[in-house]
């Protein structure tokens, strides 16, 4: 039972273009959700992140948009840069006594190309 | 601030064999979650400790065990080690409460043969 789907495995974008990464969840309890970069051979980081109440939440050159009625959220890069380059995870959390607890997306590998 | 580290960051081990995985946060941090990665089944939450004590478990068997130190050091240990449990197993740490973000290290790859 995958709670979070990222249904594109794989997007390439022109470089200073938008890039799109999209994601479905079916938990209606995850009431935050994360956006993750990930490079080989490395951990996860961090890029941005929004709360349920919110439907939209902006960092530089990422924003993350929630449609809680779909069940859906996305995360924009204005520009697209070489360097995005890399597998985005989206990841949602449950609250409450889950908050440790992160659920991921299968990942979409970004290419940005020059 | 220094990130999340983990030790070691390569491991091969015999099948039948246990390993134990090492994890130190973020200072201040005081919970520590761990995840298991593999080409088929993505990033797995295993378990997460706050405060020394589990607060949350995936659905991985009784062999996958972790603890928490007073000073919010992790460790997990793999009894029994399957085939299938080679991966890249990742830990992450967050302030805890409530901060839902999670600053994840290195990761240490663990090979079983």
């Known amino acids: 039972d995958q709670q979070v789907k990222q249904n594109s495995p794989s997007l390439s974008v022109q470089e200073g273009r938008i890039s799109i990464l999209n994601c479905d969840y079916t938990?209606?309890?995850?009431?935050?959700f994360l956006w993750y970069k990930k490079y080989p051979a490395e951990g996860p980081t961090f890029l941005i992140s929004i709360s349920s109440i919110k439907d939209k939440n902006e960092d530089g050159r990422f924003t993350v948009f929630l449609n809680k009625s779909a069940k859906h959220l996305s995360l924009h890069i204005v520009p697209s840069q070489p360097g995005d380059s890399a597998v985005y995870f989206c990841?949602?959390?449950?609250?409450?006594?889950?908050?440790?607890?992160?659920?991921f997306g299968q990942g979409t590998i970004l290419t940005v190309h020059p | 601030k220094a990130g999340v580290t983990q030790t070691p960051r390569y491991l091969i081990k015999t099948r039948g064999q246990q390993v134990t995985l090492s994890c130190s946060p973020i200072?201040?941090?005081?919970?520590v979650s761990w995840y298991q990665q593999t080409p088929g089944q993505g990033l797995q939450f295993l378990f997460e400790?706050?405060?020394?004590?589990?607060?949350n478990k995936g659905n991985f068997p009784g062999r996958f065990s972790g603890r928490q130190f007073s000073n919010s050091r992790s460790e997990m240990n793999v009894s029994t080690l399957e085939l299938g449990d080679s991966a890249l197993y990742l830990c992450?740490?967050?302030?805890?409460?409530?901060?839902?973000?999670?600053?994840f290290g290195p990761g240490t790859r663990l090979t079983v043969t």
């Open positions: 938990n209606s309890m995850f009431d935050y």
């Open positions: 990841a949602a959390s449950a609250g409450g006594t889950s908050y440790g607890k992160l659920t």
């Open positions: 200072s201040g941090h005081r919970s």
């Open positions: 992450a740490s967050s302030i805890g409460t409530p901060a839902y973000e999670q600053y």
């Open positions: 400790y706050f405060s020394e004590t589990q607060r």
